[in-house]
């Protein structure tokens, strides 16, 4: 276990690129390869979360290899076409491959068996199996819903309107992915919009989808036996992975850092409308759409923040970044409140009482509530920790290992991290950058 310690340091400057969003680099995999035809994809975030997507699509009979210039092509196997895997599905860390994959395999007449590493064996499947066995899929979880979990698909499977209970991309993704090979038209109530990468890319690669609006909420409609086409797919920067470095620039005093082609889908900038309600300085410069998802260059300046009351409907467009945002909100001035992040507590970890640890352990102030996290700012000064060499413990979380990789930064005497390792799942490049834009 590589432990690593974060230092204060020089303003962030310069320009930099973060890898490529991870959500999308998935789906582009997933629907490539279930198009028939041959597809090409630039700028794929190449994580083992990602690969894991990769190696999984390989065993449902898709072709995919990496060109030396880092274009995947992809060949794709056709809806209804996949080939019966011939060895467990190892998904590693990946709750998302996990779950989209789940919802893909759900409509075809073979079985498989997902498996994980042990942080992922711990993450409740139920949320998507639920649904899928209403469709006709059948599955043996071991207990709790967790990995390793046989699936059995259903062919032909059946068709539902499913109104989502909770706020779910993942789920949200399952069903539609299912209905791609199942008669007739399923749908999805929504009743928060959660990030819209599938629709967006499904429609992209041809599929019949119409989203309309009934009582405030969204009705996604996907007609089944759909023909996928072959696209060429455009990744932009992972949102996610920019905003360590955006909030590292705004809390670094005399940072004013250019992030590159950011995605700026509105389902997932919702870290940006939070730091500019607290002061942050970030611009847009040259706003474009790529691939039907909108992309501008960021520029980030050290600005003074203040602490928010989080308004909790934001929560979904912005639930993989709130480790981070607390660590912005334990140098601001004046308190933050955040409520309703139930959802943090079944993430890779228990992301609201492992960074309430890890923040305290740092010298900030926080409370812990049942669903967030109060954070009392320093008004900008330096976090300072408890002077013992203790070590911030990551428990296999790359989030949580990036949040207080930046706390570090703003810190008196540096911020020591037990496992390093974890940040490859996400972003392997994370600290090559960090060093870069601070040297």
């Given at each position: 276990m590589p432990s690593h310690t974060f230092q204060p340091s020089a303003p962030l400057t310069g320009r930099l690129r973060v890898p490529g969003d991870k959500s999308i680099s998935h789906r582009a995999l997933m629907f490539a390869g279930l198009a028939v035809g041959q597809s090409r994809i630039t700028g794929l975030l190449e994580g083992e979360d990602v690969l894991a997507t990769a190696a999984a699509m390989r065993q449902l009979g898709a072709r995919i290899e990496r060109s030396e210039d880092g274009t995947w092509i992809v060949d794709g196997a056709g809806v209804g076409s996949l080939l019966e895997p011939k060895q467990a599905l190892d998904m590693g860390n990946s709750g998302t491959s996990t779950r989209l994959m789940m919802g893909l395999l759900a409509s075809h007449a073979i079985s498989a068996t997902f498996i994980g590493d042990a942080s992922l064996s711990g993450r409740p499947m139920n949320r998507v199996i639920d649904p899928l066995s209403q469709m006709g899929a059948t599955f043996e979880a071991s207990p709790g819903g967790t990995l390793p979990c046989m699936l059995r698909g259903a062919s032909p499977a059946v068709p539902i309107t499913y109104r989502l209970p909770v706020a779910s991309a993942q789920?949200?993704?399952?069903?539609?992915?299912?209905?791609?090979?199942?008669?007739?038209?399923?749908?999805?109530?929504?009743?928060?919009?959660?990030?819209?990468?599938?629709?967006?890319?499904?429609?992209?690669?041809?599929?019949?989808?119409?989203?309309?609006?009934?009582?405030?909420?969204?009705?996604?409609?996907?007609?089944?036996?759909?023909?996928?086409?072959?696209?060429?797919?455009?990744?932009?920067?992972?949102?996610?992975?920019?905003?360590?470095?955006?909030?590292?620039?705004?809390?670094?005093?005399?940072?004013?850092?250019?992030?590159?082609?950011?995605?700026?889908?509105?389902?997932?900038?919702?870290?940006?409308?939070?730091?500019?309600?607290?002061?942050?300085?970030?611009?847009?410069?040259?706003?474009?759409?790529?691939?039907?998802?909108?992309v501008a260059d960021l520029r980030v300046r050290h600005a003074r923040l203040k602490g928010v009351d989080v308004d909790p409907a934001i929560?979904?467009?912005?639930?993989?970044?709130?480790?981070?945002?607390?660590?912005?909100?334990?140098?601001?001035?004046?308190?933050?409140?955040?409520?309703?992040?139930?959802?943090?507590?079944?993430?890779?970890?228990?992301?609201?009482?492992?960074?309430?640890?890890?923040?305290?352990?740092?010298?900030?102030?926080?409370?812990?509530?049942?669903?967030?996290?109060?954070?009392?700012?320093?008004?900008?000064?330096?976090?300072?920790?408890?002077?013992?060499?203790?070590?911030?413990?990551?428990?296999?979380?790359?989030?949580?290992?990036?949040?207080?990789?930046?706390?570090?930064?703003?810190?008196?005497?540096?911020?020591?991290?037990?496992?390093?390792?974890?940040?490859?799942?996400?972003?392997?490049?994370?600290?090559?950058?960090?060093?870069?834009?601070t040297s």
């Open positions: 789920v949200k993704s399952a069903v539609l992915l299912a209905g791609l090979n199942t008669p007739g038209i399923t749908r999805v109530i929504e009743p928060a919009p959660t990030r819209d990468h599938t629709e967006r890319m499904l429609t992209g690669f041809g599929a019949k989808l119409e989203v309309t609006e009934d009582n405030g909420e969204r009705v996604i409609a996907i007609h089944g036996e759909a023909d996928l086409k072959p696209m060429d797919v455009v990744v932009p920067g992972d949102p996610s992975s920019a905003a360590f470095f955006i909030v590292a620039a705004s809390i670094v005093p005399g940072s004013d850092l250019v992030i590159e082609n950011v995605g700026l889908n509105p389902t997932r900038a919702g870290i940006v409308t939070v730091l500019r309600q607290m002061g942050a300085d970030i611009e847009e410069l040259s706003p474009r759409e790529v691939g039907g998802e909108p929560v979904p467009s912005m639930v993989d970044e709130f480790p981070v945002l607390f660590v912005a909100a334990a140098l601001a001035e004046g308190t933050t409140r955040t409520t309703g992040l139930e959802e943090l507590r079944v993430k890779e970890s228990d992301r609201i009482s492992v960074m309430a640890e890890a923040l305290t352990l740092a010298g900030a102030r926080v409370e812990e509530q049942e669903d967030g996290l109060t954070i009392h700012g320093t008004g900008g000064e330096p976090l300072h920790g408890t002077p013992d060499s203790a070590s911030v413990a990551t428990r296999l979380d790359h989030r949580i290992a990036m949040s207080m990789a930046v706390s570090g930064l703003v810190s008196r005497d540096g911020v020591r991290l037990d496992d390093i390792a974890p940040i490859a799942t996400s972003f392997p490049s994370f600290i090559d950058l960090l060093e870069n834009a």
